[in-house]
């Protein structure tokens, strides 16, 4: 499977014609180059139209059709000195791709922590990994982490097609169905040229590019609920985002700063 365009723009993108999931593959490589002492190069990224067991948060199946959807997972080297970024990863790669889909005429947002959304509709999805390493005898243990995030963005599917996955087409669309129909190369290169700019910004520390992930955040205005993970929820109204990434939801008169949470929108508030 080929992706010339993003691999002009990505020398270091491995294309695979299959694959049970991308982040498999591409934490392995992570795993065995740093146990090796070699530091995965930042942006080595695995991409393919044909995932077969890919997940998603809190272990959630994620697959699709051949040919329909593009699943392409994404290194990136925090150094040690930014570990403050960690938070804001999920939500950098989030903007990167809102603003990929903008430029192709589909107007997404980004749901806090980790998907897009068309109107309510789900394009894309987005998980983010802190790979486990361990350096084999002798070799130096590096302080830079290393991070993978995988993306999974619809292309082509109808309602039809997510309908046969047992999937209601008025939770979920495709960049098709909102009026691109783009090969998964050109989505794929539309989101590393922006990815690659925000991640070197943010690395700067450059506060347009966390300013342009409050403005990507269209659960920011929201009522919500927020399933937690040790159980219960929490009902209220996002504010926006703390300086840590973390969702502020406002509920009974106190702010709450989340760092987790499966967010499921109520419906809008005034923002």
Not at 72 to 91: E, K, N, T, Y
Not at 108 to 134: H, M, Q, Y
Not at 188 to 203: E, F, I, P, S, T
Not at 225 to 245: C, E, N
Request: net charge negative; hydrophobic share 45%; charged share 20%.
């Amino acid at each position: 499977m080929d992706f010339p365009l993003s691999g002009a723009e990505l020398p270091n993108l491995i294309a695979l014609d299959h694959v049970e999931s991308t982040n498999s593959v591409l934490s392995d490589l992570i795993r065995t180059q740093w146990a090796d002492g070699q530091l995965t190069e930042a942006f080595t990224a695995v991409a393919t139209l044909d995932q077969r067991g890919g997940r998603g948060r809190l272990n959630r199946v994620w697959q699709a059709p051949r040919g329909s959807a593009l699943a392409v997972s994404i290194a990136f080297v925090v150094p040690a000195a930014d570990v403050d970024l960690l938070p804001w990863l999920p939500l950098i790669c989030g903007a990167a791709a809102q603003q990929a889909m903008q430029q192709l005429g589909v107007h997404a947002g980004v749901k806090w922590p980790n998907d897009l959304l068309v109107e309510g509709r789900k394009v894309c999805g987005i998980l983010s990994e802190l790979v486990s390493t361990a350096p084999r005898p002798g070799q130096q243990v590096p302080t830079d982490l290393p991070v993978l995030v995988g993306f999974g963005i619809n292309l082509v599917q109808t309602a039809a097609d997510f309908e046969a996955q047992g999937l209601d087409p008025e939770t979920v669309t495709s960049l098709a169905r909102e009026g691109a129909a783009v090969a998964g190369d050109v989505m794929l290169q539309h989101l590393l040229v922006r990815l690659k700019d925000l991640w070197a910004r943010a690395l700067r520390h450059d506060a347009s590019v966390f300013d342009a992930v409050r403005d990507a955040c269209v659960t920011i205005g929201q009522r919500v609920r927020v399933m937690l993970p040790g159980g219960g929820d929490l009902v209220g109204v996002a504010t926006g985002l703390d300086a840590g990434g973390r969702l502020l939801v406002e509920s009974d008169g106190t702010t709450h700063a989340l760092s987790v949470g499966d967010v499921i929108h109520v419906r809008p508030a005034a923002r």
